[in-house]
């Protein structure tokens, strides 16, 4: 069955440092999500991106976000100067016609910021 | 606030019982509701979805029962088995961009 792989699975960062989650959708997928989850909390809606455009974002996702589709194939989450709150798992996810259908998640990046 | 709620934050259940793992969601133009299962250490995996013109709709032992009256949202799991140990989400669309979801019920089994 096909799936979303995302790498690395583990992320160790310094404060202040650039960071960048990538992710492969499913091939024929039109519609790409970023979500990130701290521990023991619930799943934190970030991003959605369709058609090479952010469709909706969250008041987390704030200026030090963006999401890029730099090649057709993978899907990146750059965290610009992250801080010892970004430490989370962060779960890419697509689907394949809209947003009111079921997404397909990958196994996320734990982002750990020290 | 939050949209979509859970009553419960752990429910512990008899293998081979029947479970049902209740949501409480507060936006009345939510029109797509989800039901995802989180191992640990795994990405949320889908388990059924209902739609805002059903009242029902049943899976392989799994079955979602939506009353939109009182806004509420449940998942019946049938014959419950080890492998149904994972946390519940439910989640839901309001009709725009994004899919969010609930705080979570961990499901144990008792052998």
């Known amino acids: 069955e096909p799936e979303v792989t995302q790498t690395p699975s583990h992320q160790v960062t310094q404060m202040g440092q650039e960071v960048i989650l990538r992710c492969v959708p499913i091939s024929n997928h039109l519609y790409f999500y970023w979500y990130r989850q701290i521990l023991g909390q619930k799943v934190e809606f970030l991003v959605s991106f369709y058609n090479n455009e952010i469709s909706e974002k969250s008041e987390i996702f704030d200026d030090q976000f963006s999401v890029e589709r730099p090649d057709g194939s993978n899907f990146t989450l750059k965290i610009r100067s992250t801080k010892l709150e970004d430490s989370a798992m962060y779960f890419c996810a697509s689907s394949l016609q809209g947003f009111r259908e079921k997404l397909f998640f990958g196994s996320g990046t734990q982002l750990s910021v020290l | 606030g939050e949209s979509v709620g859970l009553h419960l934050p752990t429910l512990s259940v008899q293998e081979g019982d029947n479970s049902i793992i209740n949501c409480a969601y507060s936006n009345s133009a939510s029109d797509y509701f989800i039901w995802y299962k989180q191992e640990s250490g795994k990405g949320p995996q889908f388990i059924i979805d209902?739609?805002?013109?059903?009242d029902k709709r049943q899976g392989q032992r799994v079955t979602v029962l939506l009353n939109k009256t009182v806004k509420h949202l449940s998942l019946q799991i049938a014959a419950t088995q080890p492998g149904d140990s994972a946390v519940y989400f439910c989640?839901?669309?309001?009709?725009?961009?994004?899919?969010?979801f609930g705080k979570g019920t961990r499901l144990h089994i008792l052998p």
């Open positions: 209902i739609r805002s013109n059903m």
């Open positions: 989640a839901e669309n309001i009709g725009d961009d994004k899919i969010i």
